[in-house]
């Protein structure tokens, strides 16, 4: 949710409040984030979508720890991010976070077997021996490869590939794992298998799992879907059991749709801190909005008009622009 309404409490896992991001390239600035909102719950599995450029690979770095915020607040599984120290920076990545990438080469080391990628994080942080190698073989069996525990990376497809890195970024417990495109190379049934080990890993162990993609079609793996437009939180799509009526608490039905015959979309326009939401351009398009709109109060809602007709009246019969 962004512009979060929730306090940084015990409960929320990821808590980014006008998160600011400015690359600096010689004269040029880029803005990669423009004062973003996002607050995940302690043990949700949420996807965060856009299209390139949208900010999403700035904020999982700013998340991870490998990169920093020009000006907001971040705070992950308690921590602030933006104020850590490089020694306490080294100890977040290795003890807090986990991470997952698109290629399966910055996942694994290729000359390491499936059980010695697993026990290296374990070795990096004290955990050595008969300790590691059983800790090891039990994530392996939990991600479903601990028959292929001596094999190389290279004698494994893309999908056991990805089962190997999800056991190595989970070694040390850590509170929350990034994943940074899991299954953009895997086909759609491995792409299935990959996140029903996400899912399962959130659930049993109650990490929060945050799955940065391009690909809108994520959203139906997951209970929501966070949209990066233009560096900021615009919309987020919530899906629930069939037979849910998705109302606001006023009555109102919002933005619904089957995606399954068991599950129920709503999309949530996000409101930040000053007030602004970004209209989704099918709905601009139909109403020909541009540059200016009229807003008007009706009772428990806003409506919103295009600029060149006049709002209705209200229902006391009154102008409501």
């Keep these: 949710m962004s512009a979060p309404q929730r306090s940084s409490s015990s409960d929320v896992a990821i808590w980014c409040e006008s998160v600011v991001r400015i690359h600096r390239h010689g004269q040029l600035e880029v803005q990669a984030l423009q004062g973003l909102d996002l607050a995940v719950d302690a043990g949700e599995m949420i996807a965060v979508v856009g299209p390139s450029g949208a900010g999403k690979s700035t904020l ?42 698109q290629q399966t080469a910055r996942n694994v080391v290729p000359y390491l077997s499936a059980v010695q990628n697993v026990t290296m994080p374990m070795s990096c ?68 298998e990959i996140f029903a080990v996400l899912r399962d890993l959130s659930t049993a162990d109650g990490v929060t799992v945050v799955v940065v993609t391009h690909d809108p079609a994520v959203s139906e793996r997951v209970t929501r879907t966070v949209a990066i437009r233009d560096g900021r939180t615009s919309s987020e799509m919530v899906r629930g059991p069939a037979g849910s009526t998705g109302r606001h608490p006023d009555g109102h039905l919002g933005r619904t749709g089957d995606i399954h015959a068991h599950s129920v979309v709503q999309e949530f326009a996000v409101m930040d801190k000053a007030g602004r939401i970004q209209v989704p351009r099918e709905y601009r398009e139909a109403l020909g909005l541009t540059r200016r709109v009229r807003l ?26």
């Design 125 to 192: 942080a004290g955990v050595r021996g008969k300790r590691a190698h059983t800790a090891a073989m039990d994530l392996l069996e939990r991600v479903g490869v601990a028959d292929l525990a001596q094999r190389l990376p290279g004698q494994m497809s893309g999908g056991q590939q990805q089962r190997v890195a999800i056991a190595t970024a989970m070694a040390n417990g850590p509170r929350v794992l990034l994943a940074d495109e899991p299954t953009g190379e895997l086909d759609t049934a491995t792409s299935d």
């Design 60 to 101: 999982l770095a700013i998340l991870a720890g490998s990169d920093q915020p020009s000006a907001g607040q971040v705070r992950v599984a308690g921590r602030d991010v933006t104020a850590l120290t490089r020694s306490e920076r080294v100890a977040y990545r290795r003890e807090v976070v986990g991470a997952i990438f």
């Design 296 to 321: 008007t109060l009706e009772h428990n809602r806003v409506e919103l008009w295009p600029d060149a007709l006049p709002p209705r009246p209200s229902s006391d019969g009154q102008d409501q622009s």
